[in-house]
């Protein structure tokens, strides 16, 4: 990289004006005041809105982090889905402690939620997992989620092996669900919901959990 592109680099920065958030604004329920954020970034037509960074512990004691897509959010908490065997399942169940992280860009707003991610019962994955295109239920079965591979063309091999086992039918359980597969639900025990304001004098809020109530303040930015 040469100084011209770092420069540019350095130089790239938005003044926040999109909107405030008050403390008067707030809703005293979290996941009632997530909800509407979430409906705001959805109606705002942000392409998959669902859309959050998971973070978790390694193994090894680093963080690692990457994107998937929340699929439930009831008072209970926020759900996704997985390989129970790839390197984000492993890490969950030797640390259960997560952070998600929903940043829309064009709202110039972020939520950042820490909890503790729990697997969620066996039917309750069923139900998600009857519920996706063919080719996804077939490739929860082909991939050795996390592992390495030789190129691409095992993996085909590997959905075409899996075609000719659970072959496509009207019945939306021709392809069963994998004991290695499931769902997730992180139990809040934080939120923060960042606005961006002028100046970078950034509008951030946090609840936290103290017994069963929830507790507001604001933070500085």
Known sequence: MNEEEQTSIADMREDYR??????????????????SWFQDAR???????????????????SPTARTVLMKDLTANGISFFTNYTSRKGREVEANPNVS????????????????????I???????????????????????RQSEEIADRDWLQARMKKYMERFPETDASDCVP??????????APVSFEFWQGQ???????FEYRLDGKSWVIRRLSP
């Not at 109606?43 to 512990?57: C, F, H, K, P, Q």
């Open 43 to 61: 109606d705002a037509g942000i392409r998959e809105a669902n859309a959050m960074t998971l973070s978790t512990v390694g193994l090894d004691g």
């Open 177 to 186: 669900l994998p004991d290695f597969w499931g769902g997730y639900r992180v």
């Open 121 to 143: 019962p066996r039917e309750e994955s069923e139900v998600y997992f009857f519920s996706r295109p063919y080719d996804s239920r077939i490739g929860a079965w082909a991939s």
């Open 100 to 119: 998600l992280l929903f940043f829309w860009n064009r709202l110039e707003r972020q939520v950042q939620i820490r909890g503790q991610a729990q697997k």
């Open 18 to 35: 999109a909107g405030e958030l008050h403390r008067s604004s707030l809703d005293s329920c979290p996941f009632d005041q997530f909800h």
């Open 198 to 204: 002028p100046g970078r004098t950034h509008d951030r």
